[in-house]
């Protein structure tokens, strides 16, 4: 029986089946991008799934219609402005430091930091019909959240390059057997596909599965670790620069969309 875990509105966190929680984003107004509100309840959500000794795997999923636009206008627009450091966004760790495995239903597009934060869990279904892409120097700065690491980590040394210097999308069909996704299915079959795997995870012994993340997750959180040291500097040369800061104040400014 699916049971209602108290969280904010932004996020909800069900108990599908035993030990099965799935965390859903449903900003649907801003399109689940990361302002500071959505963090503060997503990062809230994960901590009490965390919590939780009757979890043993989350399913982190999206909206049909997007999984997550990324970093919000008021967000970039303070990076900017110097009004916000980058280093207050750690919501790829959080992610990274939730004891019981994860898998990320990517059902909608997922852009920028979106994607990033899809590919810290430890399991990743993408939609076909979806499009993905890391576009952070098409916003005119480098890339953040782990990016630097965990989108190469997750697609392989040149086509991550590509998306990050390029700022491509891919579609889900196109990324299938490129990198290290576990399904890529139709749209319609994406939370279907993620709670089957969570289905043979959550029969297993708790205390085991949480030993086993602990291992398993390592080396992607050094390797985001690492990527924050190196993003961290990059980002306190890039946003001092008036060409970036100029490019975001054209594509995020009064009347732009976001």
Do not use: W
């Not at 620069?241 to 594509?251: L, Q």
Request: proline residues 4%; neutral net charge; glycine residues 12%.
């Amino acid at each position: 029986m699916n049971a209602h875990v108290p969280t904010d509105s932004l996020v909800e966190v069900t108990l599908e089946r035993d030990g099965v929680a799935v965390l859903t984003m449903r900003d649907a107004a801003g399109k689940n991008a990361f302002g500071r509100a959505f963090v503060a309840a997503l990062t809230g959500a994960l901590e009490e799934v965390g919590r939780r000794t009757d979890v043993r795997v989350c399913v982190i999923a999206g909206l049909h219609e997007v999984f997550s636009a990324g970093g919000d206008r008021e967000v970039l627009l303070g990076l900017a402005d110097g009004t916000i450091a980058p280093y207050d966004l750690l919501l790829t760790r959080a992610l990274l430091e939730v004891p019981v495995p994860t898998i990320a239903a990517m059902a909608g597009p997922a852009v920028g930091g979106g994607l990033v934060f899809g590919l810290a869990c430890d399991m990743v279904v993408m939609a076909r019909e979806s499009r993905y892409g890391a576009n952070f120097l098409d916003l005119g700065f480098t890339p953040g959240m782990g990016a630097t690491r965990l989108v190469q980590f997750a697609f392989g040394e040149y086509v991550g390059a590509e998306m990050l210097f390029g700022g491509q999308y891919f579609r889900g069909e196109q990324l299938a057997g490129r990198g290290q996704i576990n399904a890529v299915v139709p749209r319609a079959e994406v939370l279907a596909r993620a709670l089957d795997m969570a289905a043979r995870i959550a029969d297993k012994p708790r205390a085991a599965l949480l030993l086993l993340k602990r291992a398993l997750a390592l080396p992607r959180r050094r390797a985001f670790e690492e990527a924050r040291t190196v993003e961290s500097m990059m980002h306190e040369v890039c946003f001092a620069d008036p060409e970036t800061v100029a490019r975001i104040r054209t594509n995020y400014g009064p009347g732009q969309g976001g």
